[in-house]
């Protein structure tokens, strides 16, 4: 969302520069200079996918929800397409973003549809292509050359619903190494709530061991909870590794997940390598990502 990354052969390129400046100039103005020497580098181009900054259109954004200025920045896939004119075009968010005040999504389908595109949109439930998470995406296909359908492109892969036993659940026979496959340690508060969900076989935590300041009536009734083995896991978040930001606290184990786990539950093959990233990058990665049977999905799709 903040830069752009591009293939040349075998070789991944970065542009690290901010994507307002790489694309700085307004949908339907002749290209700049900087434009014109980003359509020159990047030659013809198959594919295109963007992942806008979606904290401003999350429902858990109770500051600047819906009226954020980085929602603006949906727009720049229509730009990116109207000087680049890429094939094709995959755009993701969360389902609020259908929601925005200033119609950013709806405005983006218009100007692509302008451009000689065909669009379709929809949600996409990981759940239901196979991926063991409840993690609803909202997703835009365009194409200069074919019908695109996000329900099609759902329905050529779907698959009944796993469970996260069937994500993790070999992974609690081997002596964890490293951070990718430990959890992070809680603090002596938090460790009570975990032992308190176990040692009385809950998987909510009642309100009377909740902080204070959060006992309350409240819509987030997952945090402090504890995973079910036969359930898929709710979206997984940059917040995982914490008992306060969600439902982490592993089934089994007097613990939250660990990256590895939340990485299986993203989809995310174990041949995946994430590097030697601290666990806040991994945490951030992770959580952020796109399961890749999704991606799969589309990708999948337009190929057909």
């Not at 996918?49 to 819906?66: A, E, F, M, V, Y």
């Not at 595109?117 to 835009?140: C, E, M, P």
């Not at 909870?225 to 709710?234: E, I, N, Q, S, V």
């Amino acid at each position: 969302p903040d830069s752009l990354v591009w293939m040349l052969g075998n070789f991944a390129v970065f542009a690290m520069d901010p994507v307002e400046e790489l694309q700085d100039a307004e949908v339907g103005s002749p290209p700049s200079k900087t434009e014109r020497i980003l359509k020159e580098e990047l030659g013809e181009i198959d594919l295109v996918i963007g992942g806008p900054p979606c904290q401003g259109h999350s429902d858990l954004n109770n500051k600047t929800r819906r009226d954020d200025p980085k929602n603006e920045l949906y727009l720049k896939m229509a730009r990116f397409c109207e000087v680049v004119r890429p094939t094709h075009v995959v755009i993701e968010n969360v389902p609020a973003v259908v929601r925005d005040r200033s119609h950013v999504a709806q405005r983006t389908w218009k100007m692509l549809r302008g451009l000689g595109y065909r669009v379709d949109s929809g949600i996409l439930n990981g759940l239901s292509v196979g991926v063991a998470q409840r993690r609803k995406r909202s997703l835009t296909i365009a194409s200069l050359e074919v019908d695109p359908s996000v329900e099609a492109a759902t329905r050529e892969i779907a698959t009944e619903e796993r469970d996260l036993r069937w994500a993790i659940g070999d992974l609690t026979d081997f002596e964890p190494t490293g951070i990718f496959d430990t959890p992070p340690k809680p603090n002596a508060t938090n460790q009570d709530r975990i032992d308190y969900l176990h040692h009385h076989d809950l998987f909510e935590l009642p309100d009377t061991e909740w902080p204070l300041c959060h006992q309350k009536p409240h819509s987030y009734k997952s945090v402090y909870g504890r995973l079910r083995w036969d359930d898929p896991a709710p979206t997984i978040t940059t917040g995982f590794g914490c008992t306060g930001r969600g439902r982490y606290v592993h089934p089994q184990w007097r613990r939250t997940i660990t990256p590895h786990e939340a990485a299986r539950i993203q989809f995310f093959p174990d041949s995946f390598d994430f590097g030697d990233s601290p666990r806040t990058l991994l945490q951030k990665v992770i959580g952020n990502a796109v399961p890749p049977k999704m991606g799969y999905a589309l990708g999948l799709h337009l190929l057909r």
